[in-house]
């Protein structure tokens, strides 16, 4: 990257551009410019493979730079992060959200992390481990030797349980089903949410996706309000996040208000839900088709637990089922790309770009970069040794984002992940079913396009 410091470059429309990158402005993606709209994985390979780490196109009269290279990452979250603000795609999931940690900009997302914090000290999440253990240990028990299950399906159900436990006290009661609904029903509509032009001033409309819409929103705000109508006049520590929510104070010692909580309770509810259900069922396929790095998990598994169900203190203990679990999210990223649009003008190696441009960058993309990970679609656990994490750039792996908007569940993330992992890996070993076709869908998380049916097999170890 540095060598292209040195090249003239070529100015054009307030960006700057060395002469190899010029011709691309404005991009026009092939005959079909809608194509790849749809699949915008498709489009990031297409821009990697002709532009390389930067490329700039226009879409619906947006710019947008794509960037490819982990060390533009770091300038845009840590480096230059006060010159970006958040991108239309997350300012349209307000409508959704409200001004939760996912959607707003600063000074109010700092003031947001604060008071939200606490619910994710490592002392308070540590108390989950056992309702993660607990939830994973009853879906292996249900499962029988030769049976047949949709992974994806399977992982939602126990990422729903655990949120439930976690989240809201409670097992999944119809309140808890119909977040659920109501949130996959909205998450349905994404590409329409990102997509049309102006939406704010349709939502008014009778037109049938925003008519789904508004009424799934309008459901969900129903349920959600009336649960934290009915804490509020109990106000009992549960133990819970939505305990935890309901008393904070902010800087001048005010509770947060209903719309505060409910705004946070949906954006912790579809992070913590989808994400971790997604990597679990993204690991259990990796698995089967790397027979070799699942034996060794189980050996790790078998020699460390000898049978009984972990707890807490045993996550240090298990390094090898940590590397899977990350080299799972490696090659398929539940958050598999991220966006800001800048604030001001911006520089950025040799290029420039005026304010108001929208960049995204792909941990998709950059997570399979062979300058980064020989042979990247290799599944190999060992690339995430201490050793081997060190030299490589800080952001060539970053599936829970960076700098001062790292995801604040991060923690919970990964000991949900690995406690569940191992609860249920100990006892089974699933098997793709043959003749599938395996694909990803892009929407806020990266679901498996079909469903994938494996085989569940016992383990004698």
Not at 122 to 142: L, P, T, W
Not at 159 to 174: G, H, K, N, Q
Not at 313 to 331: C, G, H, I, K
Request: glycine fraction near 6%.
């Amino acid at each position: 990257m540095s060598s292209t410091a040195t090249l003239p470059v070529i100015e054009r429309g307030g960006y700057r551009f060395p002469p190899g990158l010029a011709h691309n402005l404005p991009f026009y993606i092939g005959r079909k410019p809608w194509a790849r709209i749809g699949r915008p994985i498709l489009l990031f390979e297409h821009l990697a493979k002709i532009y390389g780490v930067a490329a700039h196109y226009r879409m619906m009269g947006t710019n947008i730079v794509f960037l490819n290279h982990p060390d533009f990452v770091q300038e845009v979250l840590v480096t230059q992060y006060s010159s970006f603000i958040r991108e239309r795609t997350l300012r349209r999931m307000k409508i959704l959200l409200g001004e939760g940690l996912l959607t707003s900009n600063e000074p109010r997302h700092m003031q947001q992390r604060r008071i939200v914090a606490p619910a994710f000290h490592r002392q308070r999440i540590a108390a989950y481990a056992d309702e993660i253990v607990c939830s994973a240990a009853a879906m292996a028990e249900g499962w029988e030797p030769g049976g047949i299950v949709d992974i994806g399906a399977s992982m939602m159900q126990l990422s729903l349980t655990i949120v439930a436990r976690t989240l809201f006290a409670s097992e999944v009661t119809d309140d808890v089903r119909a977040i659920n609904d109501e949130t996959n029903a909205i998450m349905g509509l994404y590409n329409l949410l990102v997509l049309l032009p102006k939406l704010e001033s349709y939502l008014d409309w009778p037109l049938p996706g925003i008519t789904r819409f508004r009424k799934a929103r309008a459901h969900l705000d129903s349920v959600v309000y009336r649960i934290i109508g009915e804490r509020r006049a109990n106000p009992v520590d549960r133990q819970d996040l939505l305990s935890m929510l309901l008393l904070s104070r902010d800087e001048d010692g005010n509770v947060l208000s209903d719309e505060q909580v409910r705004d946070e309770v949906l954006t912790i509810f579809l992070a913590g839900y989808e994400t971790t259900a997604n990597a679990l069922t993204w690991t259990w396929y990796l698995l089967s088709q790397n027979p070799d790095a699942r034996e060794q998990m189980h050996a790790e598994l078998d020699h460390v637990l000898g049978g009984r169900l972990p707890t807490l203190a045993d996550y240090p203990n298990l390094p090898y089922t940590q590397q899977v679990f990350a080299e799972s999210m490696r090659l398929y990223p539940p958050a598999w790309a991220m966006g800001r649009q800048a604030a001001v003008d911006v520089e950025l190696g040799p290029y420039r770009f005026p304010a108001g441009t929208h960049v995204f960058f792909s941990q998709w993309m950059i997570q399979r970069n062979p300058e980064f990970y020989p042979d990247p679609l290799r599944f190999d656990p060992a690339r995430h040794t201490e050793a081997a994490k060190a030299g490589r750039p800080k952001f060539a792996y970053f599936p829970f984002g960076g700098g001062a908007r790292q995801c604040i569940g991060e923690s919970f993330a990964w000991m949900e992940g690995i406690l569940s992992l191992a609860t249920m890996a100990q006892r089974w070993r699933l098997d793709v079913l043959p003749g599938q076709k395996i694909d990803v869908q892009e929407k806020i998380t990266l679901r498996p396009r079909y469903p994938i049916m494996m085989r569940i097999n016992a383990r004698n170890p």
